[in-house]
């Protein structure tokens, strides 16, 4: 089901929030989902995560100003909780996410990929959150600068520095790996 | 620029006499720059990598992925918000007007039920019966108790007590002699007992 976004947005504007919402789930719910899981690995992680964010998309709804495109919106909501839910972990668990989301990666029933796929994603979980975050976005989902510049609040030139930071470590890795 | 810094400056400047740094670089820094810089131009950068997900999900996730079971939860949110606003109107009234104490939450059933001695709640709350029960109940226990440890344990807290009740007597029959009714009608025991009880009443208001 692909819906257009000014569908939705119009759907906001006359107050028919309830239905505007089942379009959002139904539209965005994949690549949201992917988003979270590439960020915290684990497919149950990734779940509650994404539980959060329509949660709080559905609470937060009339708040939506219309400022920023809604996937951005989106997108920015999934990225805060999904970082949010690491730090919360690794407080928890006084470990970091990754390394038992490397084991997770490794082991678990959820990944499909072949042994350059589990060391790329090795790799990635040894950037930063934010940093992850930039390099999911621009590798894996081909967003343009500008559109992650909106999703993560940061500027353009920033986020260009970081994902060449987050390319020399992961090569870095992949090197001595 | 003061003196003492230049020639701290001066101190770092290389046959050139550019370099006023005393900072050092990696090795090679300046020969990647470029081609850094290059790839900061780039829209993306290929790892040469594969982009595909290697993760995969349970079947029917994304099925069961619905919007309903969030719409329902924000009522029961907004539920929430409102129980736990009257309950912090509740805790701040209580703060202010009184303290919490549980026994004053039971209800009259609770109550009556309950034969209300052991633990009264106030001093004001016992009248000249309940408080005779009280002392019956518990002030005269707790003397024997303090008696027969003090036996058992061979301390003097006995004959202590004993030798403050005997001033008391004398005062006492002293007030007494000046009625000859009374004097002929008190024995030694009946002296005791009764000093026993005006003790024991007097102490209990004290501790009350």
Same mark, same amino acid.
């Given at each position: 089901?692909?819906?257009?976004?000014?569908?939705?947005?119009?759907?906001?504007?006359?107050?028919?929030?309830?239905?505007?919402?089942?379009?959002?789930?139904?539209?965005?719910?994949?690549?949201?989902?992917?988003?979270?899981?590439?960020?915290? =690995?684990?497919?149950?992680?990734?779940?509650?995560? =994404?539980?959060?964010?329509?949660?709080?998309?559905?609470?937060?709804?009339?708040?939506?100003?219309?400022?920023?495109?809604?996937?951005?919106?989106?997108?920015?909501?999934?990225?805060?909780?999904?970082?949010?839910? =690491?730090?919360?972990?690794?407080?928890?668990?006084?470990?970091?996410?990754?390394?038992?989301? =490397?084991?997770?990666?490794?082991?678990?029933?959820?990944?499909?990929?072949?042994?350059?796929?589990?060391?790329?994603?090795?790799?990635?979980?040894?950037?930063?959150?934010?940093?992850?975050?930039?390099?999911?976005?621009?590798?894996?989902?081909?967003?343009?600068?500008?559109?992650?510049?909106?999703?993560?609040?940061?500027?353009?030139?920033?986020?260009?520095?970081?994902?060449?930071?987050?390319?020399?470590?992961?090569?870095?890795?992949?090197?001595?790996? | 620029?003061?003196?003492?810094?230049?020639?701290?400056?001066?101190?770092?400047?290389?046959?050139?006499?550019?370099?006023?740094?005393?900072?050092?670089?990696?090795?090679?820094?300046?020969?990647?720059?470029?081609?850094?810089?290059?790839?900061?131009?780039?829209?993306?950068?290929?790892?040469?990598?594969?982009?595909?997900?290697?993760?995969?999900?349970?079947?029917?996730?994304?099925?069961?992925?619905?919007?309903?079971?969030?719409?329902?939860?924000?009522?029961?949110?907004?539920? $929430?918000?409102?129980?736990?606003?009257? *309950? *912090?109107?509740?805790?701040?009234?209580?703060?202010?007007?009184?303290?919490?104490?549980?026994?004053?939450?039971?209800?009259?059933?609770?109550?009556?039920?309950?034969?209300?001695?052991?633990?009264?709640?106030?001093? $004001?709350?016992?009248?000249?019966?309940?408080?005779?029960?009280?002392?019956?109940?518990?002030?005269?226990?707790?003397?024997?108790?303090?008696?027969?440890?003090?036996?058992?344990?061979?301390?003097?807290?006995?004959?202590?007590?004993?030798?403050?009740?005997?001033?008391?007597?004398?005062?006492?029959?002293?007030?007494?002699?000046?009625?000859?009714?009374?004097?002929?009608?008190?024995?030694?025991?009946?002296?005791?007992?009764?000093?026993?009880?005006?003790?024991?009443?007097?102490?209990?208001?004290?501790?009350?």
């Amino acid at each position: 089901m692909s819906v257009d976004e000014t569908e939705i947005l119009s759907l906001l504007k006359s107050g028919s929030n309830d239905r505007a919402f089942t379009l959002i789930v139904e539209q965005f719910k994949e690549p949201l989902y992917w988003h979270t899981r590439r960020m915290v =690995i684990s497919h149950a992680d990734a779940d509650d995560v =994404i539980q959060n964010t329509f949660l709080k998309v559905w609470k937060n709804l009339d708040k939506f100003s219309g400022d920023s495109k809604l996937y951005t919106w989106l997108y920015r909501i999934a990225t805060n909780e999904s970082i949010n839910f =690491i730090n919360k972990r690794n407080r928890n668990l006084n470990e970091s996410l990754s390394n038992e989301a =490397i084991q997770v990666a490794g082991n678990s029933g959820g990944f499909d990929g072949d042994e350059i796929q589990l060391k790329l994603q090795r790799a990635i979980l040894t950037l930063p959150d934010k940093q992850r975050a930039v390099f999911n976005l621009k590798y894996f989902e081909d967003k343009k600068y500008d559109e992650i510049s909106e999703i993560l609040d940061t500027s353009v030139g920033a986020l260009k520095a970081s994902y060449h930071h987050a390319v020399k470590k992961i090569k870095e890795y992949l090197e001595n790996n | 620029m003061n003196e003492h810094n230049e020639h701290i400056d001066d101190s770092f400047l290389n046959k050139d006499g550019l370099n006023k740094t005393p900072f050092s670089t990696p090795d090679g820094y300046f020969e990647g720059l470029e081609e850094r810089l290059n790839l900061l131009k780039e829209s993306s950068d290929d790892l040469g990598l594969p982009k595909n997900t290697p993760f995969s999900v349970p079947e029917g996730y994304f099925k069961q992925l619905n919007a309903d079971q969030f719409k329902t939860d924000k009522s029961s949110g907004t539920n $929430w918000y409102f129980t736990m606003s009257v *309950a *912090a109107i509740f805790l701040v009234c209580l703060a202010i007007f009184g303290t919490f104490d549980p026994q004053e939450t039971e209800s009259p059933h609770q109550t009556a039920s309950y034969d209300g001695f052991d633990e009264p709640q106030s001093e $004001w709350d016992l009248d000249e019966s309940n408080l005779l029960a009280y002392i019956e109940d518990n002030y005269v226990n707790e003397l024997q108790d303090e008696e027969l440890s003090a036996l058992l344990e061979g301390t003097d807290v006995l004959q202590d007590m004993e030798e403050e009740q005997t001033s008391e007597v004398v005062v006492t029959v002293e007030e007494a002699a000046n009625n000859d009714d009374i004097i002929t009608n008190i024995d030694e025991e009946d002296i005791e007992s009764y000093l026993e009880e005006e003790y024991s009443v007097d102490e209990l208001i004290d501790e009350l």
